[in-house]
């Protein structure tokens, strides 16, 4: 085992490999999946949005909160254990969603489907790939984190087709089996084995000896309530959560915001740039990123990049079509980057034990917070116009509000800063 790390392929690249894989499956059921859901139960059953909507709320709320306590159930159950039961309850969830028959059915659906996907999630791929890696842990993570683009890119249209040619239950059935096959795979032949089982340490050194690098913080364990009062904490949970409730509240909304100067078709495809723009920023930045590079401030950078991408939206008045694009370029060019960089700059500001709690804590608030920006934005959006403005005024005060929230996220991560 010893010489695997001297003369082949680093193991913690396998595990990439698996976490790639296990992003795509959670992030492709449990957040790209609830919108398809939602407009298949509508046409089912005829429910009203509100209700759906609010269900799609809780699947994401149950989810923040078993985030929180990940690193509980990993400690107690281990990786694999928790993977494939999470996976297990994932697909019942879905399943139930697809077969309920009156709405609180459907609440209670939520309750297995949000606890499910994120043991598949953002936390949980950190939580995975860490172990393996110190110096190389921003290339892994943006590796590892592409899945979840990826998984957008596969499923979405994937259960609008299926649900359209096999019906919403069968659908659900045939890639919820793929699903578990899959990922107790993965947890059985991947994710059972450890660094210090197979005599390696972080990056691929041999265990015992000094390693390749070491990120120090200079501060101690933060137990219990202590981590609570922590300046770094509270700003980097503050900054997390408000640029994803800004990219999250966008997201929902850009498609129908460019459709009438792009087309439904060209507006489609622009959504898909996004994705290819939030790959590649990504994966720049994991693998340009100097080791001691000011972490925080590359989310800074990042949030201005968005921000720069909210202005261009305003400046476009929903008809200048160049700078819609350019809007879209720069939105996707820091997309991924507001789940892949905070976990990084809770490597580099809390002690090794910490870490995993740490990321567990603050996805979890991300989680809880963007649950209610698609329909938070949809007010803005909505009563804009009646407060004397057109159509036009609509997108630019909803972009405005974005680029003032993208400008809170960059001033909590610069408040963290020594």
Same mark, same amino acid.
């Given at each position: 085992?010893?010489?695997?790390?001297?003369?082949? =392929?680093?193991?913690?690249?396998?595990?990439?490999?698996?976490?790639?894989?296990?992003?795509?499956?959670?992030?492709?059921?449990?957040?790209?999946?609830?919108?398809?859901?939602?407009?298949?139960?509508?046409?089912?059953?005829?429910?009203?949005l509100a209700v759906v909507?609010?269900?799609? =709320?809780?699947?994401?709320?149950?989810? #923040?909160?078993?985030?929180?306590?990940?690193?509980?159930?990993?400690?107690?159950?281990?990786?694999?254990?928790?993977?494939?039961?999470?996976?297990?309850?994932?697909?019942?969830?879905?399943?139930?969603?697809?077969?309920?028959?009156?709405?609180?059915?459907?609440?209670?659906?939520?309750?297995?489907?949000? %606890?499910?996907?994120?043991?598949?999630?953002?936390?949980?791929?950190?939580?995975?790939? #860490?172990?393996?890696?110190?110096?190389?842990?921003?290339?892994?993570?943006?590796?590892?984190?592409?899945?979840?683009?990826?998984?957008?890119?596969?499923? #979405?249209?994937?259960?609008?087709?299926?649900?359209?040619?096999?019906?919403?239950?069968?659908?659900?059935?045939?890639? #919820?089996?793929?699903?578990?096959?899959?990922?107790?795979?993965?947890?059985?032949?991947?994710?059972?084995?450890?660094?210090?089982?197979?005599?390696?340490?972080?990056?691929?050194?041999?265990?015992?000896?000094?390693?390749?690098?070491?990120?120090?913080?200079?501060?101690?364990?933060?137990?219990?309530?202590?981590?609570?009062?922590?300046?770094?904490?509270l700003t980097l949970s503050?900054?997390?959560?408000?640029?994803?409730?800004?990219?999250?509240?966008?997201?929902?909304?850009?498609?129908?915001?460019?459709?009438?100067?792009?087309?439904?078709?060209?507006?489609?495809?622009?959504?898909?740039?996004?994705?290819?723009?939030?790959?590649?920023?990504?994966?720049?930045?994991?693998?340009?990123?100097?080791?001691?590079?000011?972490?925080?401030?590359?989310?800074?950078?990042?949030?201005?990049?968005?921000?720069?991408?909210?202005?261009?939206?305003?400046?476009?008045?929903?008809?200048?079509?160049?700078?819609?694009?350019?809007?879209?370029?720069?939105?996707?060019?820091?997309?991924?980057?507001?789940?892949?960089?905070?976990?990084?700059?809770?490597?580099?500001?809390?002690?090794?034990?910490?870490?995993?709690?740490?990321?567990?804590?603050?996805?979890?608030?991300?989680?809880?917070?963007?649950?209610?920006?698609?329909?938070?934005?949809?007010?803005?959006?909505?009563?804009?116009?009646?407060?004397?403005?057109? %159509?036009?005024?609509?997108?630019?005060?909803?972009?405005?509000?974005?680029?003032?929230?993208?400008?809170?996220?960059?001033?909590?991560?610069?408040?963290?800063?020594?």
């Open positions: 085992m010893v010489t695997q790390a001297r003369e082949g =392929t680093f193991y913690g690249w396998r595990v990439v490999g698996g976490a790639f894989v296990l992003a795509v499956f959670g992030l492709g059921f449990g957040f790209y999946g609830p919108p398809v859901f939602l407009q298949a139960i509508r046409e089912a059953k005829g429910w009203p909507s609010t269900a799609v =709320t809780v699947h994401f709320l149950i989810g #923040s909160i078993v985030t929180a306590n990940l690193p509980i159930l990993y400690r107690r159950f281990g990786i694999p254990t928790v993977t494939k039961t999470g996976a297990l309850a994932l697909a019942i969830g879905v399943f139930a969603w697809a077969t309920a028959i009156t709405p609180w059915q459907l609440f209670a659906a939520t309750l297995l489907s949000g %606890a499910g996907w994120v043991t598949m999630g953002v936390a949980a791929v950190n939580a995975i790939v #860490s172990p393996w890696f110190v110096r190389d842990r921003p290339a892994a993570l943006a590796m590892a984190y592409n899945g979840a683009n990826v998984g957008g890119i596969i499923f #979405s249209p994937l259960w609008a087709t299926a649900i359209g040619l096999l019906g919403f239950p069968i659908a659900v059935a045939a890639i #919820s089996l793929i699903m578990i096959l899959v990922m107790w795979a993965l947890a059985d032949l991947v994710f059972s084995r450890s660094p210090e089982q197979m005599g390696l340490a972080p990056d691929g050194a041999v265990a015992g000896e000094p390693p390749r690098s070491r990120l120090v913080t200079g501060r101690g364990p933060l137990p219990g309530s202590l981590l609570w009062r922590d300046p770094k904490f503050a900054g997390m959560a408000l640029g994803l409730f800004a990219q999250i509240g966008m997201t929902a909304h850009l498609f129908s915001l460019l459709s009438p100067a792009l087309g439904a078709t060209q507006a489609g495809l622009a959504m898909g740039l996004v994705t290819v723009m939030a790959i590649a920023g990504r994966t720049l930045l994991g693998w340009a990123m100097p080791a001691r590079a000011d972490r925080r401030l590359m989310a800074c950078a990042s949030y201005e990049v968005q921000a720069t991408g909210s202005i261009s939206f305003i400046v476009a008045a929903g008809t200048n079509i160049p700078l819609l694009l350019c809007g879209v370029v720069l939105f996707g060019l820091g997309f991924g980057n507001g789940t892949f960089l905070p976990p990084l700059i809770a490597q580099t500001e809390f002690v090794g034990e910490d870490v995993q709690r740490v990321v567990a804590l603050i996805v979890a608030i991300s989680q809880a917070a963007y649950s209610f920006a698609p329909a938070i934005f949809g007010l803005i959006r909505e009563f804009t116009p009646a407060a004397g403005g057109s %159509a036009p005024s609509a997108a630019a005060s909803f972009y405005v509000v974005a680029a003032l929230i993208q400008g809170l996220a960059i001033f909590a991560f610069l408040a963290g800063r020594r």
